[in-house]
């Protein structure tokens, strides 16, 4: 079945703006990337808009499944 937390999205190192692909969960986690230039890059889910996107495609999957 299909998780939308799983789906990639690529973000810019803001020091050096190398390219780093991470999922989506990683997003709604608040994970930290760390860049080969040594920068670590915070990821933020203000609001936690990224987390209740996942859970309400989630649910819609999963009914439309049914």
């Known amino acids: ?6 789906q ?3 973000i810019g190192c ?5 390219k780093h692909q991470v ?10 990337v760390k860049c080969s230039c040594s920068t670590n890059i915070k990821l933020q889910d203000k ?3 990224t987390r ?6 989630n649910c ?3 009914k439309f499944g049914k």
């Open 1 to 6: 079945m299909f998780d939308l937390s799983k």
């Open 8 to 10: 990639k999205i690529t």
């Open 14 to 18: 803001p020091t050096c703006n190398r």
């Open 23 to 32: 999922t989506l969960q990683q997003v709604a986690n608040g994970a930290t």
């Open 47 to 49: 609001g936690g808009s």
């Open 52 to 57: 209740r996107g996942i859970g309400n495609m």
């Open 60 to 62: 819609a999957l999963k």
